[in-house]
T-cell receptor
């Protein structure tokens, strides 16, 4: 079975500072990896995904994540955060032969302070 | 493109009543829809997977008689919480898979906040 662990439940950071949200997964088979963002009282929006190929993936708003197979990690980073990045971030995995089921981590609340 | 809507966005009901939540894919046909439940400050837990025209597949521990799922068309799935109780209060989120990508991409609805008094 697959599982996802987000190591930090809350990450407070000042505006324009760099941030890293950590995600580790457990799986005996190849997985697809995702980061979703959830703003208060809203559904989830896909931030970025790793399917195959280059291990470094980027989003349009400056976030990036690197797939590290040996460490089974998919940490999310941004070199300079904005107030508007304040949200809940979820790491998730899916497996090819499970009909698209997503397994989510516990979530990390990113709080950007001025 | 790839917009998923949910209705209602918020609902308050009395204990013992039933509540229906609709999930619609607005600009695509969804071969598969998923229903999730999210408690405050917690992650999303998959409740069930529904495919159009067939019975939903429920995750372990989810009562199928309590949470009725109907996927009558390729653009609509409904979740009915029967005989709701306060412990059913939660944020319910659906997602839809158009079946066009290799990795079964899901598009999420905005969620429905259910409060049972």
């Amino acid at each position: 079975a697959q599982s996802v662990t987000q190591l930090d439940s809350q990450v407070p950071v000042f505006e324009e500072a760099p941030v890293e949200l950590r995600c580790n997964y457990s799986s005996s088979v190849s997985v697809y990896l995702f980061w979703y963002v959830q703003y208060p009282n809203q559904g989830l929006q896909l931030l970025l995904k790793y399917l195959s190929g280059s291990t470094l993936v980027e989003s349009i708003n400056g976030f990036e994540a690197e797939f590290n197979k040996s460490q089974t990690s998919f940490h999310l980073r941004k070199p300079s955060v904005h107030i508007s990045d304040t949200a809940e971030y979820f790491c998730a995995v899916s497996v090819d032969n499970q009909g698209g089921k997503l397994i989510f981590g516990q979530g990390t609340e990113l709080s950007v302070k001025p | 493109g790839a917009v998923v809507s949910q209705h209602p966005s918020r609902v308050i009901c009395k204990s013992g009543t039933s509540v229906k939540i609709e999930c619609r894919s607005l600009d695509f046909q969804a071969t598969t829809m998923f229903w999730y439940r999210q408690f405050p400050k917690q992650s999303l837990m998959l409740m069930a997977t529904s495919n159009e025209g067939s019975k939903a597949t429920y995750e372990q521990g989810v009562e199928k008689d309590k949470f009725l799922i109907n996927h009558a068309s390729l653009t609509l799935s409904t979740l009915t919480v029967t005989s709701a109780h306060p412990e059913d209060s939660s944020f319910y989120i659906c997602s839809a898979d158009p079946g066009t990508s290799v990795y079964n991409e899901q598009f999420f609805g905005p969620g429905t906040r259910l409060t049972v008094l």
